[in-house]
Structures are given as C-alpha cells and as structure tokens.
C-alpha cells in the first residue's frame, strides 16, 4: 500500500514537471520571421508620412501591402485599417516583436504614443518595461524611446497554411465572428490562434492569418514559426 502510494506520487510528480516543462518550452522563442504587420486603425488627420517614421519605414513598403485599400498616399483616407510591414523577430528569448525606435515630439505622453502614435498596437505598460527612462517622466522631445509591438510567426501544430500575421487590436463593437468574417476565415482558426484573447475587450491584441503583396497568404516555412 505504501508502496502503490510511492509510486502514484512519482508519477503525479513527472506529470507535473512535464507539463511545467512544456509551458515553459512554449513561452520561450529562438528566432523570429522575417515578416509580421500591423494593423493601423487610421484616425482623422493621420498621414502615411509620420506613419511611416513611427513604425521606421517607409512609405512604399507600406503602400505594397495596402493596394487597393490606400488610393491617394498623400491624403489617406480615415477609420480604415491599413497593415504596415515591420519584423518579427525573438526578443530576449522571451516572446516575439518588434522594439520600434520613436523619436518623442512635443505634447507627447506615454499615453499618447500608445494609443495615437501607434494605434494602441502596444500599451504604455509595455512600453515602459523596456525604456531605462522613469514611468511618470517623458523624455525630452527628440530623444528616442523603445516601443515594442508584439507580434506572430504562426503555428504548425495548428495550419501551415499561414504564415504571415497581423497584429491587430480590436476596436469597440468588433467580435471574434465580425473579426472572422471581415478577414473570410473561420472563427474556429482565427480562436485556435488566440486561445488566450478576450475578444470582448477593446483593444486586445489578436493575431490574424495575413496577406502578403500579391494578396496571398505565404505558407508556414520551417524559418518561420515552429
Ligand atoms: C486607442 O484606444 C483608446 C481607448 O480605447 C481610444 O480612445 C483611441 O481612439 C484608440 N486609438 C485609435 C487610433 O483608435
Ligand atoms: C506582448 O506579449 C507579452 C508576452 O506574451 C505579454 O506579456 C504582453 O502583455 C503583450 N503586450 C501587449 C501590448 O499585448
Ligand atoms: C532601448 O532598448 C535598448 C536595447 O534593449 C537599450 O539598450 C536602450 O537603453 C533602450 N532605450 C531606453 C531609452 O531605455
Ligand atoms: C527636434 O528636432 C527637429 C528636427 O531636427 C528640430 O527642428 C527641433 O528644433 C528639435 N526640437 C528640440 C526641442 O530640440
């Protein structure tokens, strides 16, 4: 009896430790791809210009992956979404994204990089954890901050169909179904790449399967994902 209970104990115990493992194998990344976008919700007076200087590129990249959608690039029209190119890439071993360089302009709080200069693709809390910088304190304008927007390289184990993504935050009245349907995939594929992602909440970040500059989607390749 004491024997049986030893052994039900070993066993519940490398269980346990398995699946530790896992989540920690899971929470971890090695590289990143070369490609994500990001969904940039266009407010009244945004121009592609500074747009380009915030997400540190530039105007043509940004127009190959928005054709059809941008029709005069010196005027863009507003409360559209355009998907602007950065890289996807490992950051410190501990999750995908990119860490933008943004040049501070005057008036400017951490509040508002966040949810106007980069159309809440990150938060000010997310900013602040990688700038040395005090949390209450701005940097003098024409300094550079760090500002990191997270990102997906996709997952094998649930398509290889995809393996481009957009970082997208969801806006007041958008749910996992009108998300789904907008982008014509499943709401079943589009939960399977969110699994932890309140759709209920504005400005949640998701990750949607995305289209490259011919309108396709590029498959998983063993360099992207895992
Ligand atoms: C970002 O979120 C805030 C709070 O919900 C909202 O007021 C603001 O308009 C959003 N920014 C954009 C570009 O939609
Ligand atoms: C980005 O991802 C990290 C790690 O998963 C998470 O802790 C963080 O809250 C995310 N940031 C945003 C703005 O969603
Ligand atoms: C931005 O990140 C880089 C690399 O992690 C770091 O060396 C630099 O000090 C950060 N900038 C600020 C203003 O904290
Ligand atoms: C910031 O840089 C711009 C462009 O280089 C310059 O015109 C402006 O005077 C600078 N502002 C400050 C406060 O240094």
Not at 171 to 193: C, F, H, P, Q
Request: glycine share 6%.
């Amino acid at each position: 009896m004491l024997e049986l209970n030893m052994r039900f104990r070993l066993v519940a115990l490398f269980f346990l430790s398995s699946i530790h493992l896992c989540s920690l194998v899971q929470s971890i990344c090695s590289r990143g791809c070369g490609l994500a976008l990001g969904s940039y919700y266009i407010s009244p007076g945004n121009e592609l210009d500074p747009i380009s200087q915030y997400m540190n590129t530039n105007i043509n990249s940004i127009l190959q992956y928005n054709r059809g959608t941008i029709t005069n690039q010196d005027s863009v029209q507003s409360f559209i979404r355009i998907n602007v190119p950065f890289s996807c890439e490992c950051i410190n071993g501990d999750f995908l994204g990119h860490m933008f360089s943004y040049t501070v302009r005057s008036q400017d709080t951490y509040g508002l990089i966040a949810s106007e200069r980069y159309a809440n693709l990150t938060t000010v809390e997310w900013i602040q954890r990688f700038n040395s910088h005090p949390v209450n304190r701005i940097p003098d304008v024409n300094t550079t901050i760090n500002v990191t927007v997270n990102c997906s390289c996709g997952d094998s184990s649930i398509s290889k169909d995809y393996g481009l993504f957009v970082t997208y935050t969801l806006r007041s009245g958008e749910t996992l179904d009108s998300v789904s349907s907008v982008a014509k995939l499943s709401s079943n594929l589009m939960r399977s790449y969110n699994p932890d992602a309140n759709f209920d909440v504005v400005n949640s970040l998701i990750y949607i399967p995305g289209r490259d500059e011919n309108g396709n989607y590029p498959p998983l390749t063993t360099s992207s994902g895992d």
